[in-house]
């Protein structure tokens, strides 16, 4: 079933919008589709740039 607002940045990808290709795709490379993957916040973001643990 295609996903009209689906959240992955990669808009010219043949499994945009299509969440459960995308599911299957990233499942056999072990990883997540963008849609599912943990959201990193601004803190965690600064503290990487910065080198703080």
């Known amino acids: 079933m295609h996903k009209p607002d689906c959240p992955c940045p990669k808009s010219k990808c043949e499994r945009h919008g299509y969440c459960d290709e995308c599911r299957q795709y990233h499942g ?10 943990p959201k990193r ?13």
């Open 28 to 37: 056999l490379r072990s990883g997540l589709p963008y849609c599912e993957r």
């Open 41 to 53: 916040t601004l803190a965690s973001r600064i503290r990487q740039i910065l080198h703080i643990p």
